[in-house]
């Protein structure tokens, strides 16, 4: 579609679009270059697990606690923009764009990703945020675990990107070490096999839902498996404007 089109569209109608997938599929960067070429939003869910972790840890709380990390959530002071490029976090005064990064929050994120109360709590924020940039006249583009289930079932376009184990593994060494050298690589299967044990336990990420469109990025390049995306969104605009009409 042409660009100036597609724009046209979506200040007038909108448009969200919910991405799901395992650690390693891609997900992240392909959901951060497909909000730049819409220019729309997009939104880290990751990040906001992330910033609940360090909030708790700043407070002292201990993680296995759910009931205190649960109730924390409702006092953590999160401020996110949702540049596709330069995304900052803030909580409360104090910018934690580079800290939430830390080994320290990715060892302690199970234990917050598989809170429940934490997961509806986020659930409903992370929806409130969707559907507030929708009816803007703009859009966001969310990534994770369940947003295609949970978060946003309703969403205009749903993907669940898929890859192989090895090449998850691959990319995920390289997105933390620049290389996949094989030490580097078995230093990153542990977090990667762990993280995706815990996250089973409360999100079925690995099995698309009626509607959700899979997308298996193993043999693709990035710039293809953004296009794939960019076409579902095209179409679905498309296909609104003439119900709309």
Not at 4 to 10: D, G, T, V
Not at 109 to 124: E, G, Q
Not at 195 to 216: C, K, M, Q, Y
Request: proline fraction near 4%; charge should be negative; hydrophobic fraction near 40%.
């Amino acid at each position: 579609m042409d660009p100036a089109r597609r724009a046209e569209l979506i200040s007038r109608l909108g448009t969200t679009v919910a991405i799901d997938g395992p650690a390693g599929s891609g997900k992240s960067t392909v959901s951060r270059r497909v909000a730049e070429q819409l220019g729309i939003g997009y939104l880290d869910t990751g990040a906001m697990y992330r910033s609940l972790t360090w909030f708790a840890l700043d407070r002292g709380v201990d993680l296995e606690d759910r009931r205190a990390v649960a109730a924390l959530a409702d006092e953590l002071p999160l401020r996110m923009d949702s540049h596709p490029r330069d995304a900052h976090v803030w909580v409360g005064q104090r910018e934690v764009t580079g800290e939430i990064r830390q080994p320290r929050i990715a060892l302690g994120i199970p234990h917050v990703s598989t809170n429940l109360d934490v997961r509806h709590w986020m659930a409903r924020d992370q929806r409130r945020r969707m559907m507030e940039a929708r009816a803007t006249g703009s859009g966001m583009v969310a990534e994770g675990r369940d947003i295609t289930t949970v978060v946003c079932p309703d969403a205009d376009v749903r993907v669940l990107l898929v890859a192989d184990a090895e090449a998850r593994l691959r990319r995920r060494t390289l997105e933390l070490f620049g290389d996949d050298t094989p030490e580097h690589v078995e230093q990153v299967r542990a977090q990667v096999e762990e993280r995706d044990r815990a996250d089973s336990t409360v999100s079925e990420f690995l099995e698309p839902a009626p509607g959700v469109h899979v997308i298996d990025s193993s043999t693709l390049g990035i710039d293809e498996v953004v296009q794939a995306v960019i076409d579902l969104v095209d179409a679905d605009l498309l296909r609104r404007a003439e119900t709309d009409a």
